[in-house]
């Protein structure tokens, strides 16, 4: 696998004059590739019916003669003003009843038949005219789906579409009815046209109600994207990306991607890290400048998951952005690490966002690799030398992981409609396993719910999954390392029940959750081996020996040699012990990593990051604040 | 007054072939009384005027046959979805202009004439099927009147029912405008059809709009339940009851009740600390698995003032709910404790919400008596140790209250509208001298502001009511004990005018409220005799004697023997000691409670009740942490 | 200049027996001015063009006769609620598209063509009949512009209008496109009649767009004064007023007040400390019964600057209020105390809202120098003593300041559309200057950001304002005292664009805002000299000599012997040394004063206002709690 750099471009923000010396300069920084278009539509076709190619044609002209290779965006997701003459009804309603205005970027409904057929229109032209350019060496879908909440619309649109989307699973009103319960609360359909979407009721909508839009929602993403992918498939043969978001979970990832080649995501570690850190003011201020040191890792391994085994980093911070609460620069080194962590986690690519910071509109306190009077920021000092170092280590090949880790983007829509305590969110669940297995030193898969083969693992963890799909259920049936599951994990069934004979359904599990608490901060329940469960405790009884009990002597983890269920949150302290058990009884090694610290293995190297505030040392290297270091793996 | 125990069941929710077995199984546990049928509408008429009177029928006699007497809830709650075919208006309104959707429960508007004939219709038919049943022993009218704040609706239909509601109220427009002051401001009206509804104003709406709003909309409710209450006392002899919700304020309950023959409520402890209590972490994490130690107490001495002397809990929490922040279990113990203070406190019926935990819907995760895999759940134990003990105990006498306190709903209106500072709530006032009289160990009678009779008190709290009915200021008038009087108490005509003359306008006090202030958190007025006003202070001058004062020498409290005005909000010490002056001046005896200990006398036994952390010993008995115990009001 | 005091009453809320009373102890107490009228309109019109002189002719008579001097409001704020029948789209509409209905006051949209008519109307007819009158010596131009958040209103009036307004700036759709940056997200327009308001956006609108509407906004009240003040300008000689507010940034008060001769402003210290203070709760606390000690005194400064010399506050807090959180009284001393400080700044007069409390309505708990049963409340005496003492001091001219600070509304717009840091509000960064000024003993003029004319400063302050118009442009480059500009200071052009070759664009400022970060709380960028920036901080380069520097070395502050530029926001220490640095070197003496005592010099005295909790002495005065001193300049 080469490792790659690129860059995000728009030359139709930019003279003409200027494009020449933009494509040498991003060349002689030892840039590969170049994404342009994704939001270009008012200028391929500024009036309906009304192309002008020829500015799109000079540009992949200009760029590819410098031996650049393009990435070209569809421009889906900003449809030109004009559009709405035709299709009023296009854009995207809120949970509140509200409809969101055309003035910045994604105003359409994934639903609506009109924009579709349009998108189709464009796509088509794009694939003909580029599809066989020497210098389009890759197509980006859209752009950014599910940004500013656009999945879930509560448009006209979605209605009529959920309406069919419904008829066609269930088939008949009776169907449908048992399996949301709807003899509760006299809820009961006689017609599929009476069904409404579920914002704005009275009290809280049927959870099953919810999760079957949450799946036709997901399933537009889907469908809209299979659009696209089928025309520009025909086209030739660039491969076919979509640049996903970082803790994005609206729809399901890797049902979208199954249309795609590659999966890529756009990495803004200090913005994610403002926005989205639930670990309180201390830890932010800590990580302020160089964003979360596990959040980017995750993203990695998931969107490798995501992509099958390839995955890019479409944009790349490269300095203070725009749109966070609080915006600071990085330190210097963070952008060279980040950009070394997307390698050792099997990016084939990182390219950043922006080339030059944009002067006007939305973005224009959004940092490029070159300030707005084109002298370069500096961040462009950083990307070069990966340049230079690039050329020493120009391929990798990814390491094998010993552990995998679920992640099932239905089980973050079911824990969203029924928490059952404030707080209780599959993927603060997951990412806590993530974290906690990272700081052990080890190198992780994340796999999808449908995973059929676990053959490669030691350890599996399966935290918070809703149900089983059968092809989990036979791998982990035949897997024989250990598997560590709960809490709430099988504990519904596909339709958002609670399943016969009640939780766990998991193979191999022989105990009980006889009913749930949610507990309130401050309200933690300790251990028999130390730390404690908190937000999250169940009442079990179990067949299985129990492993660790409660105060009162209630069993609050119990497992026989190959399973273990976990019947609540664990803190900090109760998951490095328990995961760290387990990896122990398999066999596999762990480091104990403090700080900031973290490693990660290629099949040849291991790497060392340091997010933390001090210089650390390890394996006998100094590994400085902000600093990245590797050593080929028989050194260690 | 018997004593007796019951239970929520749902038929419809199950296998007819299980209704046999699980009715055993309720009168064997030694349960009375089941209540069914009042979410059902959808299972009795699926269609427009299509009656399926079956299962019902076969329900009803398969629980009659098992001994159990069974309460029939009219379904008006959640009418079915075709009721929205014929009229799509009839949904509830927000505040925000939003319609409220199908979809939960209590989609409907009180002021819709349509739904109003619709819900008479399916009234008039249950009564004549099962009016003169032998099995059905009572019934209850609708659902929780007021959950999911729907007493208040936006709605056309609303503003249709307001402006004839105003124009019967004031005859003409100019008593209106002068009763409002709409000169204030050039809010005039010409005509009555010009008047809008009070929400979604620029500013916020004259007082005296809401105010009427606020009656109207409390109005609308008694007249939605006269409805269905003529008609069912016309088919038969059962009792009609409602169950009312705990601190449910949006409509007057003593009106309300007036068509009814027992007031019952539903009793959430736990939900209900995680909801409501304002007095912070600390408390909430000492009572979060027991439920705050005097809010059942109140809410049972206000429904058996509501209902006249007859009150019922109709759902009794049994473990875990599902809709609360947080959703822990009760301490072992509780669910018996919270079914004796009801007994104690004069209920002459506890019924459990709900017999089996439903697998599906929205309250899938809230408990029953049975799991949903039909093992019992913890509480079923706890509710046969009653039943056991009731066999000793079957029968009480209420004990008579040598306290009064007055509760009004306009005056929740009223403050609500009107604050004058964050934070003051009427209902938060009251509560804390139901507190506070019974940490002095006092059983207290919750009475009306009609209230015509006080002979048999000897202390009458009065706190911030809004203005006195004629009958009450009559009763005050001939009383002669000690009346405890402001803050705020007598502020304002019936129309939401300050009194000519100033307040507080109440017979025997002579003192003027010059001006009020509020006080933010922080800013305390501390009072001569120790403790503090917070939150609001007045200043007063007097002709009677002052009793305590603030600290640059003004009158804080002031009064002669028999009328005591309170300048202000006191703080837990200082009403402590006002009140405990009272008590002693009067000759009451009083205890001084400590932690969650909590005392009840009936006729003939007095009650203890531990909600603390720790147990405690009074009178000789050592009583545990979650445990009730009684003695023979003579051991004392 | 003759100091004078006044009052606001509402004979249409009392029996017109009161009227005489009223006057003759109004002028009793020392009162010269009676503002009326202002919220008569349905009195004046009870119904459409029928109309009812007679009450206000007797009213300005009795008034008038008593020796008073009336000032008579237009009464267009509140129009009747019959107007809605002609014009049911003139209410405003809000952010989230919904109607604000009528029922409390300021319930039309500025851009409403149809009621601005209707507003020349009855204003003509009152300067028709008043214009001469002997008794009415000045106009008060509508109500509280602003009041309520009305200036910015999302009405299809307002996009009517808006979409004229850009045609009229920007004359093709192509220069609007340029302008704002519309290729960026494919937002370029075809047509005009494309353009929607910016709310309600998918993503945030494009932060020109929004800056064209907020001038937009901003023109509108201007011109919805111009027709009034045209029509009373020709009908009289009295002066025309309007009574602006406090923290009002939502139009152009300069703007607005081009066409008025005297700028007003309404004070209400309290309410004030409750609703806008951003230090915390300690501070408030400290302060919550004077007010905070630096905000009146701003807005004396201010609105002085808006009235060109001339300005009065029309409504002074008298006691209690109702609006905010919270509402204590102020200290006995302080309503003296905030007179003297309005005539220290220059006020020519002040009134008191209002003359007796109204018993009815919204602000039935708002105190006047009269309780509802007319005897006086305590403020009264104040102004009394304030009469008395007016007697020796009768006139004032207002001191020449030594030092200016720029205040300029589009920078308000700008900083809000794009904070870039939460937190980050131009008003309070220019407060902040003020304050630390102020605390330095000085005597500061604030100044528009197109004053031509510097010339008698010794320092000016211009921190965050936007971009330079073309006078103060001039006026800097021959300005010879001391420059302190930045954070933020000429950052975009009035596209709201970065300018070319990058911020600041200040005349003799040679040097390079690179990026800029903002801070979260807690990380602050300590500065060499002491003290540090938070919230904001700049990358400099410089060609100017560095003043001080951060930790890392960088620039921090920057600057030449005249031009000194702020890279950061400074906390409370820096600024202190900053601008006492600046002064020193200018030989302008300061004074470091403590506390809540204040200083303000006239041409002939120095006041002293001690807002502070305990008592100070300063030049061998003892200044009490509250209390206000003077002496003659030449005896400190």
Redesign the interface.
Known sequence: MKRTLGICY?P??WPEAMWADDARRMAESGLTWVRIGE?????IE??PGLYDWGWLDRAVETLGDAGLKVILGT?TS?????M??KWPDML?VGA????????????YCFSHPGFREDCATIVRLLGARYGRSPHVKGWQIDNEYG??S?VLSFSPAALAGFRLWLERKYGNIKALNEA???????????RFD?I?L????????????WMDFRRYSSDQVGAFTQVQTNILRASGPAPLIHNFMTKSTDFDHFEVAKNLDIASWDSYPLGYL?KHSTLG?AW??TY?RQGDPDFQAFHHDLYRAVGRGRHWIMEQQP??V?WA?????PLPGMVRLWTWEAYAHGAEAVCYFRWR?????????H?GLM???NIP?PALAEVQAVAAELKAMPTAETGAAPVALVFDYPSVWAWQT?P???GFEYFGLVFDFYRALRKLGLSIDIVPSDCASLGQYRVVAVPGLLSLAPALQQALEVFDGTVIAGPRSGSKTP?M??????PPRLPGFDCTV??????????TQPLSGGGAFRLWSE?LSSRMPVRETHANGDPAIVGDEKHWYVGGWPDEAALHRILQQACAKEGLPTVELSGGLRIRDTATHRFFFNYGPEAQVIDGLEVGVAEVKWAPRGAA
Chains 1, 2, 3 share one sequence.
């Open positions: 728009y139709e923000h939001f270009a539509w008012s200028r500024p009036e421009p900003t449809p030109p003003r004009w709405l003459d995207p509140d009843g509200q409809i969101r205005k055309f003035g910045s970027r994604r105003h940004n500013h656009t949301w319960g709807n003899v509760f609360w006299s809820m009961e359909y006689n009476q409404e579920p914002n704005q009721t009275v009290a809280e909508a049927n959870p099953s109600h403002e003011d932010i201020q302020v300095g203070p725009n609460a609080y915006n600071p620069a910071q944009a002067p006007f509109a939305q973005e224009q306190m940092a300030r707005p009077d920021a029924q059952q305590g404030k339709d029940q609670i399943p016969t004979g009640l006889e009913y749930v608490e949610s507990l309130r901060p401050g309200l009442k």
